[in-house]
Nanobody, 124 residues
């Protein structure tokens, strides 16, 4: 079992930045692919970013490319989502997820563990 806990959300003005953290506990985080998803009010949860266990393979949604960066520190069992140039349409609850596989995925149903989410609100 892996427990995930997100932090770092908050209220920010458009154009600002936030860094989300995802702290893993339980089994070792090293062999898990991690991902970030988000769910805006009234919308379905959507893929944001994913990173392979080694950090060597990254995939970002088109809507966040050039603005968001995903990274991880396996020694700290922590993943990160650096969000720059935030827009009001980035407002959502952001979820961290872990997949017991070395290959990354953009599909929610391929992730085994989920955090409780952290709210990000971007004001215009």
């Amino acid at each position: 079992q892996v427990q995930l806990a997100e932090s770092g959300g908050g209220l920010v003005q458009a154009g600002g930045s936030l860094r989300l953290s995802c702290r893993a506990s339980g089994r070792t985080f090293t062999s898990y692919t991690m991902g970030w998803f988000r769910q805006a009010p009234g919308k379905e949860r959507e893929f944001v970013a994913t990173l392979s266990w080694s950090g060597g393979r990254v995939y970002l949604a088109d809507s966040v490319k050039g603005r968001f960066t995903i990274s991880r520190d396996n020694f700290k069992n922590t993943g990160y989502l650096q969000m720059n140039s935030l827009k009001p349409e980035d407002t959502a609850i952001y979820y961290c997820a872990a997949r017991a596989s070395t290959s990354y995925s953009t599909r929610m149903d391929e992730y085994d563990y989920w955090g409780q989410g952290t709210q990000v609100t971007v004001s215009s």
